[in-house]
Structure formats: C-alpha cells, structure tokens
C-alpha cells in the first residue's frame, strides 16, 4: 500500500468481499469525517475498537497533551490535533506499542514528527505506569 491506486485496490477489494459475504458496502460503513477508519486501544485499554466519536479522540489526545504539558521540567509542546495530526499519532502509537517497535518519520524540518513521536510515546507511557 504505497499509493493511491494500492489503496484504492484494496478498498474496491473489501467492497466486494463484504457485499458477496454480507450484502454491505464498504463506501457506506467506513465513512466519517477523519476519512479512513482509525482502531485504537488507548481509550478502552481492553482490546481494539474503531473510532466512532472523532471529537471524542481529540479531547482524549488534548488532555494527555495537557498532562504532558503539566509536568515539571518539560518544554511544553503547543500542537493543534487537527485530523492528519491525529491519524499519525494513532500510527505511531500501534508501531511503539509492539514489542522492538520502531518506525522512520520522514519529513522536512518544522514538520513535527518529534512532536508527534512524543505525545504517542505519552500515551503508551500512561499504560506502562
């Protein structure tokens, strides 16, 4: 899945198998305002569940940043959680939550990759503690 198209395989792909198997679209189940669904376990620590309520995901990510923001001896990171910013956290949090997790954030200088890193980094660390 490098592009587009791969994507857009994989989509047509899925459609297929679910109208064929469940007579469901994969169009009318997965869209939302964030685009492609997003799972995640960090706000219901027992398993995966797909994001219904996206604010409800913003609010969670800013209160962490928030925590992180509140610690003693920190340089606090003022980041606006817009869409893609929180879709990339999602990303990076599966990747370090594996064991020996490690992931390439490619992108110019000022992109905010470390920023980023960081606070999916805060959010793993909440479940170590």
């Known amino acids: 899945m490098i592009d587009n198209a791969d994507r857009d395989k994989l989509k047509t792909f899925l459609s ?3 109208n064929t198997h469940f007579a469901l679209d994969y169009h009318e189940i997965y869209v939302w ?5 997003i799972y995640v376990d960090f706000m219901n620590e027992s398993s995966y ?3 219904k309520h996206f604010e ?3 609010l969670y990510m800013t209160d962490r940043l928030a925590k992180y923001n509140d ?3 920190v340089v606090p990171m ?3 959680l817009f869409n893609d ?3 990339h956290i999602c990303r990076i949090y ?3 939550k594996l064991k020996r997790g490690h992931m390439l954030c490619v992108g110019v200088g000022g992109s905010g990759w470390h920023s980023l890193t960081w606070l999916a980094s805060c959010l793993h660390w909440d479940e170590i503690e």
């Open 94 to 96: 599966r990747v370090i």
């Open 49 to 51: 569940e797909e994001v």
């Open 56 to 58: 409800e995901m913003r």
């Open 16 to 18: 297929d198998q679910m």
């Open 85 to 87: 910013a929180i879709s």
């Open 71 to 73: 610690q003693p001896k």
């Open 33 to 37: 305002e964030g685009g492609e669904p």
């Open 78 to 80: 003022d980041l606006v």
